[in-house]
């Protein structure tokens, strides 16, 4: 590992950096992209850093050309990440689908901002569906990790090139622009596989062994079916094995707030106001959004009298917080789109829901 | 201690490196801390905002509603965020581009530092003017030690630039003293 994989003290650190320090550290030596706010610090990092360590950086004509380059990459063998904010993620699509038909790994980090269209520069939880329900054509499902701190924007950047490598499928970091452009003190902790993978399937020139072929196309009676029913069961196989979720005060929890990324971070300050207002409140965050905490939401639904969904768009996540439990008359939202709710605005929620007056 | 303060004004009035300097401050004396930056279409002569909190404890969210603290560098950010300032909060303005009679409020703590005319006049250099605000910011509310801002000012500074660390220090002391700080 390079010398900058474990710099050994705290640091007052951007969370678009800390990616950037997670990729280096999990031996990401391959970058493209294409510049849009508010993500360039990470091309910007790259540009800096990949070069002198024996790596590529490559800004690429456009985010459509960024996402076949990685195609490429990955199936050499070698760990490649991009970055991007909504547009950029959209031109994205057909090569991510290409990729998960070809089952290739590869990390993709969508720094949020407000769409849809060209949309704005304000921070946004827009993109969830289009992160989770497959984005692109024919049917597949990404890896998708939600950090909410700038120490976990470096360990899930790791975590999701391990799980990416294991799974043979991309993996994406959703984040949106308050965790990327925040400074928070950091410590980078050193990297420590959860699991490593042989690919014998890479494309590393077929001398004196038999030829390799990475596809997504299969014409073949029946084949294209069958490569289906398989993705199908990988998918299963990470929805069983790979779910993540922070329980955060849910001991005595009568109000658990459901949310992910910023909208848990400043959830978690209207929690402490509501305790020490007496309200017991609590929250499950959602770490990993494909696969979803079904299990967990499912659990906790039974336990409190209110689930509250916060998201900063109009409603997305609470979809899959409804297909988690039947209880759906516990379920209310809390919605902002295209801003960030305040913490004062939660706790005025909290409050409605528990019954006291304001 | 637990704080939290939004600073504004033009951009490359060095808003963003005040910010950076008090959080990188908080950090070195073992509290929890984010900073939050404006980000995009900031640039001279455009509005730059930070909002840096500070707390003993694990810090939730990164943005406040309601900040105790609130420092202002130029008329147009008065307008936007005097409103959020809690009752009994820190105003810090610059008094020598921002007229007091803007202060619409009488529920708050006023403190009017005329940072420019300071900075110009007393340390030399218009460009220090944030660093003046700063120090009064800092006397006045306590949120970290006068002493670790000046320790912190090489980690922020580039090399390029560390002869002008003296006139920093000394533009802080000029704003705390104005708070009654004497370092």
Known sequence: ???????????????????????????????????????????????????ALGGTFLQAESEVATINMMLGTSASGKRVMTSSSGPGISLMQEGLSYMAGSELPAVIVNISRSGPGLGGIAPSQGDYFQAVKGGGHGGYRLIV????????????????????????????????AIVGQ??????ASPYDPASTVEKPWALTGCAGRERLNVKSLHLKDNEIEVHNWRLHEKYERIRKDETRAEPYMLDGATIAIVAFGTAARVG?????????????????????????????????????????VIEMNTGQMVEDVRQSTPLHDRIAFLGKPCAMPTPEEILERIRLLAGRKV | MTGDIIMAGFGGQGILMIGNLLALTAMEEGKHVTYFPAYGVEMRGGTANCT???????????????????LIMNGPS???????????????????????RQVTRNDIRLLSVPADDIARNRIGSRQMASMVALGAYVALS??????????????????????FIPLNVNALKEGAALAGFHA
């Open chain 1, 182 to 187: 925040m400074k928070e003190p950091f410590v």
């Open chain 2, 78 to 100: 008065m307008e936007r965020f005097l409103p959020m300032l809690a009752p009994g909060g820190d105003l810090i303005i610059n008094s020598s581009l921002v007229e007091e």
């Open chain 2, 52 to 70: 840096v909190v500070v707390s003993d404890e694990e810090i939730g969210s990164p943005v406040v509603g309601r900040p105790k603290g609130l």
């Open chain 1, 1 to 51: 590992m390079s010398a900058l994989a474990a710099p050994p003290s705290k640091r007052l650190l951007k969370g678009n950096e800390a990616i950037c320090l997670g990729a280096v550290a999990a031996g990401c030596r391959h970058y493209y992209g294409y510049p849009i706010t508010p993500q360039n610090d990470i091309p910007e990092y790259m540009a800096a850093h990949l070069p």
């Open chain 1, 268 to 308: 978690k300050t209207a929690i402490q106001w509501a305790r020490k207002e007496g309200i017991a409140a609590g929250m499950l965050r959602p770490i990993t959004l494909f696969p979803f905490p079904r299990r967990e939401v499912f659990e906790l639904a039974r336990k409190v009298d209110v689930l509250l």
């Open chain 1, 145 to 176: 990790l939600a950090p909410h701190s700038v120490q976990e924007m470096y360990a899930l950047t790791m975590l999701a090139f391990d799980l990416a490598d294991k799974y043979r499928t991309p993996a994406m970091i959703l984040g949106d």
């Open chain 2, 142 to 163: 306590g949120i970290v030690k006068l002493s670790t801002v000046f320790d912190c000012l090489p980690k922020v500074i580039s090399k390029k630039y560390e002869k």
